[in-house]
């Protein structure tokens, strides 16, 4: 399915059952993301299919706040 | 996974807690986290004005927005910081926010109130402004909220943040800043206003769920200056023992502060007394000058030297 990646928005192609599979593949830290579909956020759980598109949210920012 | 709250689909799962939420329920989680912090810490009370920090991004928009949901009086500040685009962009969002809910927002502009921007005050070690950035908020929040009569100044730290801030600290054993970390600064001084941080129990993740869930357009992008921050090192070093450990960033946190902190010598007292006032700005002091107005006059130096360098 295709994955864009923000901020840059970077496109991917990746193959994933399962949000948290995704996450897996994408070799990304589950509480440093949030997956997106359409408008709604999911839970690890969720099962993905081919035709998905998804986002994935990176929420760390960094810096001396 | 279903929600806690309606058994309907969940949308932002929880791992620390072993719960979930789904996005019409979520909302009021959050703010109800936020609310028993508040009224835990007894950091504010509903009739005290309250300055929030705001940056544009989603802590302190997500920290403004919950504050006014749930009734308290909040105003917010921004600080131009002078860092290119990204400062443009953000202080967009931080206006837009505030003009389409009705809200105070207060600016300073560094460059044209000091004469100088955070890009002026890169550190020789690091090469990197975070350090005096970090001063220079600090004293502006501060000092407007003196100057204006507010009675407390709200930011938005998350836990990862406070938890990344604790690793440093104790990486390199910064005993006295081990000793003053904590959600409420208690004010030591009439000038010195109070300071909470009513989201260091909720995790950064859990603030971008309520942001995108409420809709708040807020900047994604990343400062420029900070990447290769260590504060994003440590962060990623939490976030892979949190993948294992789900919870480890709370038990981390929320156990020095239950526990650790009062060992520290030094520990429970909040910002330093024994204070004067600046000689420059009447700011409160150990020193003569201020650690602001030093730094301040080495931007200033910078940015005339930058300005005579482009003149050629
Ligand atoms: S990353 Fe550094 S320079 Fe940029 S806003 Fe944060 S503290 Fe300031
Ligand atoms: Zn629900
Ligand atoms: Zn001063």
Same mark, same amino acid.
């Not at chain 2, 023992?241 to 007292?269: I, S, T, W």
């Given at each position: 399915?295709?994955?864009?990646?923000?901020?840059?928005?970077?496109?991917?192609?990746?193959?994933?059952?399962?949000?948290?599979?995704?996450?897996?593949?994408?070799?990304?830290?589950?509480?440093?993301?949030?997956?997106?579909?359409?408008?709604?956020?999911?839970? /690890?759980?969720? /099962?993905? /299919?081919?035709?998905?598109?998804?986002?994935?949210?990176?929420?760390? /920012?960094?810096?001396?706040? | 996974?279903?929600?806690?709250?309606?058994?309907?689909?969940?949308?932002?799962?929880?791992?620390?807690?072993?719960?979930?939420?789904?996005?019409?329920?979520?909302?009021?989680?959050?703010?109800?986290?936020?609310?028993?912090?508040?009224?835990?810490?007894? +950091?504010?009370? @509903? !009739?005290?004005?309250?300055?929030?920090?705001?940056?544009?991004?989603?802590?302190?928009? $997500? *920290?403004?927005? $919950?504050?006014?949901? *749930?009734?308290?009086?909040?105003?917010? +500040?921004?600080?131009?910081?002078?860092?290119?685009?990204? %400062?443009?962009?953000?202080?967009?969002? #931080?206006?837009?926010?505030?003009? =389409?809910?009705?809200?105070?927002?207060?600016?300073?502009?560094?460059?044209?109130?000091?004469?100088?921007?955070?890009?002026?005050?890169?550190?020789?070690? %690091?090469?990197?402004?975070?350090?005096?950035?970090?001063? &220079?908020?600090?004293?502006?929040?501060?000092? &407007?909220?003196?100057?204006?009569?507010?009675?407390?100044?709200?930011?938005?730290?998350?836990?990862?943040?406070?938890?990344?801030? *604790?690793?440093?600290?104790?990486?390199?054993?910064?005993?006295?800043?081990?000793? @003053?970390?904590?959600?409420?600064?208690? #004010?030591?001084?009439?000038?010195?206003?109070?300071? &909470?941080?009513?989201?260091?129990?909720?995790? =950064?993740?859990?603030?971008?769920?309520?942001?995108?869930?409420?809709?708040?357009?807020?900047?994604?992008?990343?400062?420029?200056?900070?990447?290769?921050?260590? %504060?994003?090192?440590?962060?990623?070093?939490?976030?892979?023992?949190?993948?294992?450990?789900?919870?480890?960033?709370?038990?981390?946190?929320?156990?020095?502060?239950?526990?650790?902190?009062?060992? &520290?010598?030094?520990?429970?007292? !909040?910002?330093?007394?024994?204070?004067?006032?600046?000689?420059?700005?009447?700011?409160?002091?150990?020193?003569? *000058?201020?650690?602001?107005?030093? +730094?301040?006059?080495?931007?200033?130096?910078?940015?005339? %030297?930058?300005?005579?360098?482009?003149?050629?």
């Amino acid at each position: 399915m295709r994955v864009t990646i923000l901020p840059d928005r970077e496109v991917r192609e990746v193959d994933a059952r399962s949000v948290g599979e995704l996450l897996k593949t994408l070799g990304l830290h589950r509480d440093a993301h949030l997956v997106v579909r359409g408008q709604d956020i999911l839970t /690890s759980d969720v /099962s993905l /299919s081919e035709a998905d598109q998804i986002e994935v949210w990176p929420v760390i /920012s960094g810096g001396r706040r | 996974m279903r929600c806690h709250a309606c058994r309907g689909p969940a949308n932002v799962e929880i791992r620390r807690s072993r719960t979930a939420y789904c996005a019409r329920c979520y909302p009021a989680w959050f703010r109800t986290q936020v609310q028993e912090r508040i009224d835990h810490e007894r +950091m504010f009370r @509903r !009739d005290q004005g309250i300055l929030v920090a705001v940056s544009g991004g989603k802590d302190s928009l $997500a *920290l403004w927005h $919950a504050l006014t949901e *749930l009734g308290y009086r909040a105003d917010g +500040m921004y600080i131009r910081l002078g860092i290119g685009d990204y %400062s443009q962009r953000s202080q967009a969002k #931080s206006e837009a926010f505030a003009s =389409e809910r009705g809200l105070t927002l207060h600016q300073v502009d560094l460059k044209e109130a000091q004469g100088f921007a955070v890009p002026d005050l890169l550190d020789t070690r %690091s090469g990197k402004p975070c350090a005096a950035c970090g001063t &220079v908020k600090r004293y502006h929040f501060n000092k &407007v909220a003196a100057d204006l009569g507010y009675e407390v100044v709200a930011t938005g730290h998350n836990l990862d943040d406070e938890a990344a801030t *604790l690793f440093g600290n104790v990486m390199h054993w910064n005993v006295d800043y081990l000793g @003053r970390q904590g959600p409420v600064l208690a #004010s030591t001084h009439p000038k010195l206003v109070r300071k &909470v941080k009513p989201l260091y129990r909720l995790s =950064e993740r859990e603030t971008a769920a309520y942001a995108i869930i409420e809709r708040l357009d807020y900047i994604l992008e990343e400062c420029p200056m900070a990447k290769g921050a260590k %504060s994003l090192a440590y962060k990623g070093m939490l976030n892979a023992l949190e993948e294992e450990q789900p919870g480890a960033k709370y038990g981390f946190l929320v156990g020095f502060l239950k526990q650790g902190r009062h060992a &520290v010598p030094g520990g429970d007292f !909040d910002q330093a007394t024994d204070l004067r006032e600046c000689t420059r700005c009447g700011q409160p002091t150990t020193g003569e *000058l201020c650690a602001y107005c030093k +730094m301040a006059d080495r931007g200033r130096k910078k940015s005339a %030297s930058k300005a005579a360098k482009y003149a050629r």
